[in-house]
């Protein structure tokens, strides 16, 4: 007994279920990411503005407490205050904007593109 070969209309039935599923999860995800429900959301008190590695095991990083942004150099086994800034030196908001999952999902939609 031998199966009948899949026409175009199953085909095309299966690939726009496929695009659905993959959509539903996407959405789903940046639903996660937004949620402060599930803590998906931003909600420390603690904020990390920007990192930089300078070494394997070493970064250096400026971290926003209570409105007040601060350079902190981390080691595998130490952190240390490097210095206090008087004034933000990074708008925690841009930063934000930038790193969201909004954006990772755009700059892989536009390498997708290429």
């Known amino acids: 007994m031998s199966a009948a070969p899949i026409g175009g209309s199953e085909l095309l039935s299966f690939a726009a279920s496929l695009i659905v599923v993959i959509g ?3 959405v789903l995800g940046w639903l996660y990411s937004r949620s402060k429900l599930f803590g998906g959301g931003n909600n420390d008190a603690i904020n990390v503005i920007a990192s930089r590695a300078v070494g394997s095991k070493e970064r250096l990083m400026v971290v926003e407490v209570a409105g007040t942004q601060l350079l902190v150099g981390m080691t595998a086994s130490n952190v240390n205050t490097l210095h206090v800034f ?3 030196v990074v708008d925690s ?3 934000a ?3 969201g999952f909004a954006h990772r999902l755009k700059s892989a939609l536009k390498e997708m593109k290429r």
């Open 24 to 26: 539903v999860i996407v």
């Open 86 to 88: 008087d004034t933000p």
């Open 93 to 95: 908001s841009d930063v």
């Open 97 to 99: 904007e930038v790193s």
